[in-house]
């Protein structure tokens, strides 16, 4: 059991690109999650999936962000045309299939748009 | 909407005492709350997990409770140490919302 594991880990990036973060869940993990945390704060809820399918979405998320897991595996967090207020630590977690949807956490990718 | 306070923001004390951290939230229709440690810049480590329908749960020299009705959790720290160190956050997964709601957790600092 490797743990969840997210690419890259750190991403410096110009106002107005788009990037690209990838999540692997925990293997056999079914639901996936993902997460914003700004210094200070506690993470804040994005959205999730359980397999391919996408269940929920934070009203927080405009439509720069978007994510997909196809084929209920790894788990992809694509932000368009990025702004400075997009810099924060992009966290993401697993949940197994019966076990009270205890959460277990990657390292996060921290995105800083310059 | 949920929200979740965790108060104080910030708690230093000496090695070895007893630690009390406090977890609150404002809807009790919960489906389970969990705490967290987070060590600066790192992700979060899961601690307990405690479903709606149950009052408490330990691991260790920790122990977490759970009160729905009055929308609190606490979590006690029994003979804190330096490595304890670290902000702590509690989570609640909001039935009506199907998400996670974070507190922005308690900062420890354990001194020697």
């Known amino acids: 059991d490797t743990g969840v594991s997210q690419d890259p880990r750190h991403k410096i990036t110009k106002r107005g690109q788009n990037v690209t973060f990838r999540c692997d869940p925990i293997?056999?993990?079914?639901?996936l999650y993902w997460y914003r945390q700004t210094l200070g704060q506690g993470p804040e809820f994005l959205t999730y999936f359980q397999n391919e399918a996408q269940l929920e979405k934070s009203r927080l998320l405009s439509d720069r962000f978007s994510a997909e897991r196809p084929k209920g595996s790894f788990s992809t967090l694509e932000i368009q045309r990025t702004e400075q207020g997009d810099s924060a630590m992009y966290l993401c977690?697993?949940?197994?299939?019966?076990?009270?949807?205890?959460?277990?956490f990657g390292a996060g990718t921290r995105l800083s748009v310059l | 909407k949920q929200e979740v306070t965790q108060i104080p923001a910030a708690l230093s004390v000496p090695e070895g005492e007893n630690l009390v951290l406090n977890c609150s939230f404002t809807d009790s229709a919960i489906y389970n709350l969990q705490w967290f440690r987070q060590d600066p810049g790192k992700g979060l480590t899961s601690l307990l997990l405690i479903q709606s329908s149950q009052r408490e749960q330990t691991s260790g020299r920790l122990n977490a409770s759970l009160d729905k009705s009055s929308g609190r959790s606490t979590l006690y720290i029994a003979a804190s140490q330096p490595g304890d160190s670290a902000t702590y956050l509690c989570a609640v997964w909001d039935t009506n919302a199907g998400k996670s709601t974070f507190g922005d957790g308690t900062t420890l600092t354990v001194k020697p």
């Open positions: 977690a697993s949940s197994p299939r019966g076990m009270g949807n205890i959460q277990y």
């Open positions: 293997s056999e993990h079914n639901r």
